[in-house]
């Protein structure tokens, strides 16, 4: 597998409710965690850049009491935050969601080394996380994992 550089989002963060996404263009994505004034509860939000200080929500996640998983708002879908991970019935180390052309894929781990692999429905690896040491970026942070998208794997679906 290839990947070049713009494919790759460095991943700040040992908590990634708190975090941010970033390559050689800038900070891609944003996770941004704060207590709901409603409910006491935190929400994460996670913001994509479009240009230079101005960011759309992807994504909200609504925390149950004490952190447990609770609702995400994806664009104008709800749904349990417990549907994003289920255990796959074939592993009990892997988990499963429906992605939004209502197919499953997968999360596993690789056999070979530390990397989490994302899978398509025919098992093509389509994202992979990859955890580093970490190390210190300037004006970003200290990045815990890479995660990495392969172009032109799958249906482009989910990528």
């Given at each position: 597998?290839?990947?070049?550089?713009?494919?790759?989002?460095?991943?700040?963060?040992?908590?990634?409710?708190?975090?941010?996404?970033?390559?050689?263009?800038?900070?891609?994505?944003?996770?941004?965690t704060e207590p709901?004034?409603?409910?006491?509860?935190?929400?994460?939000?996670?913001?994509?850049?479009?240009?230079?200080?101005?960011?759309?929500?992807?994504?909200?996640?609504?925390?149950?009491?004490?952190?447990?998983?609770?609702?995400?708002?994806?664009?104008?879908n709800q749904l349990?935050?417990?549907?994003?991970?289920?255990?796959?019935?074939?592993?009990?180390?892997?988990?499963?969601?429906?992605?939004?052309?209502?197919?499953?894929?997968?999360?596993?781990?690789?056999?070979?080394?530390?990397?989490?692999?994302?899978?398509?429905?025919?098992?093509?690896?389509?994202?992979?996380?990859?955890p580093t040491t970490?190390?210190?970026?300037?004006?970003?942070?200290?990045?815990?994992?890479?995660?990495?998208?392969?172009?032109?794997?799958?249906?482009?679906?989910?990528?």
């Amino acid at each position: 597998m290839s990947t070049t550089p713009d494919e790759v989002l460095n991943w700040t963060s040992y908590d990634p409710r708190e975090s941010q996404l970033f390559n050689g263009w800038g900070v891609m994505y944003r996770f941004h965690t704060e207590p709901d004034a409603r409910s006491g509860n935190s929400v994460t939000t996670l913001w994509r850049s479009i240009r230079q200080n101005k960011e759309d929500r992807v994504a909200k996640l609504e925390w149950a009491p004490n952190g447990g998983l609770g609702r995400a708002v994806i664009g104008k879908n709800q749904l349990p935050m417990a549907d994003l991970v289920r255990q796959d019935p074939r592993s009990a180390n892997c988990r499963v969601f429906n992605g939004p052309d209502g197919f499953v894929y997968r999360w596993r781990p690789s056999t070979t080394n530390r990397d989490i692999l994302l899978l398509d429905p025919n098992n093509n690896i389509i994202a992979l996380i990859h955890p580093t040491t970490p190390l210190r970026y300037p004006n970003y942070g200290d990045v815990y994992a890479e995660l990495h998208f392969v172009r032109g794997a799958g249906a482009g679906v989910v990528v």
